[in-house]
T-cell receptor, first 114, second 113 residues
């Protein structure tokens, strides 16, 4: 068990550019979550997958955001036409199907939009 | 909707002092409750959890009891150490919300020698 990994750890981009982040969950976990955390706030839910199916999306997830988990393993989060307001830490987490179980978080990808 | 309200910080304590961080929740179902900790420069780590009323979660000297009657899950530690300096997040998860977590805003704790 190597834990949840995310790549890259830091990304600096110019406004208007597209960015893509990757998350590799714990291998036996079939649920994968994306959260966004801004300074001084707790993580906010963006979307989650059960296996390859995207089951829920937050209203925070504008149409510039898209997430995939094509084979039910790793996931990608793409932001198109980035805006300065997208600057945040993007967190990935994975868990089993049981709501009583904890989510295991990756180290996050810090996005800075200039 | 489901939500978590957490005591605002920052909190500064002297080493060996008693710690309480308050957390209350609103949920339509029967949530599981969690405390996560974020040390400087690190990711979120589970500190403890409780999955039903009156359960007590404990780890590393920290404790929290799931109180359904007061909808609370306050974090306590009898004697804090400098190494406990971190940001603490209360969170809930409920089966009717797809297992997504709702987090509080976090409480920053600094312990001084």
């Amino acid at each position: 068990d190597t834990g949840v990994s995310q790549d890259p750890r830091h990304k600096i981009t110019k406004r208007g550019q597209n960015v893509t982040f990757r998350c590799d969950p714990i291998s036996e976990h079939n649920r994968l979550y994306w959260y966004r955390q801004t300074l001084g706030q707790g993580p906010e839910f963006l979307t989650y997958f059960q296996n390859e199916a995207q089951l829920e999306k937050s209203r925070l997830l504008s149409d510039r955001f898209s997430a995939e988990r094509p084979k039910g393993s790793f996931s990608t989060l793409e932001i198109q036409r980035t805006e300065q307001g997208d600057s945040a830490m993007y967190l990935c987490a994975s868990s089993t199907r049981d709501y009583r179980d904890e989510q295991y978080f990756g180290p996050g990808t810090r996005l800075t939009v200039t | 909707g489901d939500s978590v309200t957490q005591m605002e910080g920052p909190v500064t304590l002297s080493e060996e002092a008693f710690l309480t961080i308050n957390c209350t929740y609103t949920a339509t179902g029967y949530p599981s409750l969690f405390w996560y900790v974020q040390y400087p420069g690190e990711g979120l780590q589970l500190l403890l959890k409780a999955t039903k009323a009156d359960d007590k979660g404990s780890n590393k000297g920290f404790e929290a009891t799931y109180r359904k009657e007061t909808t609370s899950f306050h974090l306590e530690k009898g004697s804090v150490q400098v190494s406990d300096s971190a940001v603490y997040f209360c969170a809930l998860s409920a089966v009717d919300t797809g297992n997504q977590f709702y987090f509080g805003t976090g409480t920053s704790l600094t312990v001084i020698p």
